[in-house]
């Protein structure tokens, strides 16, 4: 497909439709003529007018000491598939202290969400020596334009580390003298690693890795570093892009959730229902081997909170056997949140799987061997995601490389996600054998503990604002940064919700950002885990925060409620808990409640601990 169609979808598409179409294009390799000409459309005019573009976009600043301008074209293709539009300001050649010291200047003016600090690619062309006290003036070099920029800028920063290069100035002996350049680079990343780790302040972006699985040949001696300064090669650069990418669908909630696997040629190897139990390939020698670590990484990826399904064409007494007899399976029959193993069509099980779960489509990612499935898949479901690999090797490879689950941060609630889908069938289960909502409500034993500023919780609220989609009130995105400014700020209240009922302990669900102004509370975001809603969770959450607002003194709460592509369900929540409209269109409406609130917004079934 030639970049001239591809453009023509985007440009009558609006939709998912148009991007799967965009990044199977680009996953068939076009030819470098044809990947400019579309990252020119991406960066034009143009693509602005599709009625998704807002909601889509990310704003970024890329600000080196030398030229990263080929960073720009690979970057737009990058964010395009995973769902994104990149607005992009590149700072000019060399002023990056300038660019991160004056607020006039146009990394600020730009208001970006994601600022790329690259600080030391020059580094080889200017460093004196190779000692202990360079390696110190190095990073405190580096580590205060991060320290510049976040006095006027709480956005995503991410820091790109040092690329070791060819020269060795002692030859062979290098690693005989006091810190060679292999090990002056090693001991600058590692300290820059424990300081963002520390601070909090910044990301690394992981350069020195990634230019090992570049395949560069010349990481420093390349041509564009003698014709245009450009520190790194455009292989390079383009799994840089890539790694950016995945930053920003982590900051803008564009991560995915769910991995749905198929089972025979994909978890094992060969087919239960012709191979038998015992012949299946797990473990042991090759190829088994493969798809053991393939189970790993896919143990792995659920260990961080991602959910676990299956969709296979199967019997399904037979596939659990499997799970039964075999010691080498990594993966366990309870790691699963959901499954469909029967003979229907694949595409309709994966959204009976979404309602199940109560997650859009493009919160789906699916591993299966037959590309027949595949192609249908991405025909019938554009929003899911799908590995393009048969092999299992690839497989491996695409999941391990992929960064598709990839969040700001991993919390206690992400480890607790598995079991609370399981406690929702046994939910499930209570509710036929209950005789009416109420009794089934109040034999939950709901308990729900509200907090506020609670700098323990920073991590989790980000987190929310960033994954959170469907029950958002406005779906404004944080980072922890953001979140602790606003902690710290008088004017600022942050809130949190966790819930717990008889059958699991879900964590903290939920998360409200207020704003004081002129003595009135202001809602600045409402948002709450699908995974709790419809047991009166969200409104006991929203009258506690009434109830401290009346106790704190204000007459009057307000908040609004702005549309995006998934939060319908949430458009007429607060008039459900008693507020009066002020302003009402197609895309946003406003609201108010007079303080203080009736008693009736906290369910008599739940009980309510504030910390």
């Known amino acids: 497909m030639t970049a001239k169609d591809v453009i023509a979808q985007l440009e009558t598409d609006a939709g998912w439709r148009s991007l799967r179409v965009a990044?199977?294009?680009?996953?068939?390799?076009?030819?470098?003529?044809?990947?400019?000409?579309?990252?020119?459309?991406?960066?034009?005019?143009?693509?602005?007018?599709?009625?998704?573009?807002?909601?889509?976009?990310v704003r970024l600043v890329v600000a080196s000491d030398t030229s990263l301008d080929n960073l720009a074209d690979p970057l737009s293709l990058?964010?395009?598939?995973?769902?994104?539009?990149?607005?992009?300001?590149?700072?000019?050649?060399?002023?990056?202290?300038?660019?991160?010291?004056?607020?006039?200047?146009?990394?600020?003016?730009?208001?970006?969400?994601?600022?790329?600090?690259?600080?030391?690619?020059?580094?080889?062309q200017r460093l004196g020596g190779t000692s202990p006290d360079a390696v110190t003036q190095t990073i405190e070099e580096a580590w205060s334009q991060v320290?510049?920029?976040?006095?006027?800028?709480?956005?995503?920063?991410?820091?790109?580390?040092?690329?070791?290069?060819?020269?060795?100035?002692?030859?062979?002996?290098?690693?005989?003298?006091?810190?060679?350049?292999?090990?002056?680079?090693?001991?600058?990343?590692?300290?820059?690693?424990?300081?963002?780790?520390?601070?909090?302040?910044?990301?690394?972006?992981?350069?020195?890795?990634?230019?090992?699985?570049?395949?560069?040949?010349?990481?420093?001696?390349?041509?564009?570093?003698f014709m245009a300064s450009r520190?790194?090669?455009?292989?390079?650069?383009?799994?840089?892009?890539?790694?950016?990418?995945?930053?920003?669908?982590?900051?803008?909630?564009?991560?995915?959730?769910?991995?749905?696997?198929?089972?025979?040629?994909?978890?094992?190897?060969?087919?239960?229902?012709?191979?038998?139990?015992?012949?299946?390939?797990?473990?042991?020698?090759?190829?088994?081997?493969?798809?053991?670590e393939l189970q790993k990484e896919i143990a792995a990826l659920h260990g961080r909170g991602v959910t676990l399904a299956i969709v296979s064409k199967n019997n399904e007494a037979d596939a659990w056997e499997v799970f039964n007899q075999r010691p080498e399976m990594v993966l366990k029959r309870a790691d699963f949140?959901?499954?469909?193993?029967?003979?229907?069509?694949?595409?309709?099980?994966?959204?009976?799987?979404?309602?199940?779960?109560?997650?859009?489509?493009?919160?789906?990612?699916?591993?299966?061997?037959?590309?027949v499935e595949r192609d249908w898949i991405e025909e019938a479901l554009p929003?899911?995601?799908?590995?393009?690999?048969?092999?299992?090797?690839?497989?491996?490879?695409?999941?391990?490389?992929?960064?598709?689950f990839d969040t700001l941060a991993i919390t206690r609630e992400d480890a607790l996600r598995a079991k609370s889908y399981a406690a929702a069938e046994e939910r499930s289960r209570l509710a036929t054998q209950s005789s009416n909502l109420e009794e089934y409500l109040a034999s939950l034993g709901t308990q729900v503990?509200?907090?506020?500023?609670?700098?323990?919780?920073?991590?989790?609220?980000?987190?929310?604002?960033?994954?959170?989609?469907?029950?958002?009130?406005?779906?404004?995105?944080?980072?922890?940064?953001?979140?602790?400014e606003r902690m710290q700020n008088p004017a600022w209240r942050v809130f949190w919700c966790a819930c717990r009922d008889r059958f699991a302990d879900e964590g903290v669900i939920g998360a409200a950002l207020i704003e004081i102004k002129n003595g009135e509370w202001l809602i600045d975001n409402f948002l709450m885990s699908c995974r709790v809603l419809g047991r009166g969770v969200e409104k006991a959450f929203l009258g506690t925060i009434c109830d401290q607002a009346a106790s704190s003194g204000a007459q009057m709460i307000r908040g609004g409620f702005i549309r995006s592509a998934k939060n319908s369900q949430t458009e007429n929540f607060l008039e459900t808990?008693?507020?009066?409209?002020?302003?009402?269109?197609?895309?946003?409406?406003?609201?108010?409640?007079?303080?203080p609130a009736s008693n009736g917004l906290i369910p008599k079934w739940i009980a309510l601990k504030t910390s």
Not at 31 to 54: Q, V
Not at 470 to 477: A, E, I, V
């Open 23 to 57: 990044q199977k294009a680009l996953r068939g390799g076009m030819s470098r003529p044809e990947s400019l000409a579309l990252a020119r459309f991406l960066t034009g005019e143009k693509i602005r007018s599709r009625a998704d573009f807002n909601a889509r976009s």
């Open 78 to 124: 990058r964010l395009l598939e995973r769902g994104m539009f990149g607005v992009q300001y590149h700072s000019p050649f060399a002023q990056l202290a300038l660019e991160t010291r004056n607020q006039n200047s146009g990394l600020f003016q730009h208001k970006p969400e994601v600022v790329v600090l690259a600080p030391l690619t020059g580094i080889w």
């Open 147 to 225: 320290t510049a920029l976040r006095k006027h800028f709480d956005g995503l920063i991410l820091l790109t580390n040092v690329v070791t290069v060819e020269n060795r100035p002692h030859g062979i002996l290098e690693s005989r003298r006091n810190l060679g350049h292999a090990d002056f680079a090693r001991s600058v990343n590692l300290q820059l690693s424990q300081r963002c780790r520390e601070t909090g302040e910044a990301f690394i972006l992981d350069a020195q890795l990634l230019a090992g699985q570049s395949g560069t040949v010349w990481p420093g001696l390349h041509k564009q570093q």
């Open 231 to 292: 520190p790194f090669t455009d292989e390079l650069a383009n799994l840089l892009a890539a790694e950016i990418a995945a930053f920003c669908a982590a900051r803008k909630g564009f991560a995915r959730k769910c991995l749905v696997l198929d089972l025979d040629n994909t978890l094992w190897g060969g087919v239960v229902g012709e191979d038998g139990v015992a012949g299946l390939q797990i473990g042991g020698g090759f190829p088994g081997i493969i798809y053991t």
């Open 337 to 371: 949140s959901a499954h469909r193993i029967n003979w229907q069509d694949k595409a309709s099980n994966i959204r009976e799987l979404a309602k199940e779960l109560n997650l859009g489509l493009d919160a789906f990612v699916v591993l299966d061997d037959n590309h």
């Open 383 to 404: 929003e899911v995601e799908v590995c393009p690999a048969s092999d299992p090797l690839e497989m491996l490879r695409w999941l391990t490389t992929c960064r598709r």
């Open 449 to 484: 503990e509200v907090g506020c500023n609670s700098s323990t919780q920073i991590a989790r609220v980000a987190q929310l604002t960033q994954k959170t989609n469907q029950f958002n009130l406005t779906t404004r995105r944080y980072t922890e940064s953001e979140i602790q």
């Open 577 to 595: 808990c008693g507020f009066t409209a002020d302003e009402k269109t197609n895309d946003h409406s406003k609201w108010h409640l007079a303080l």
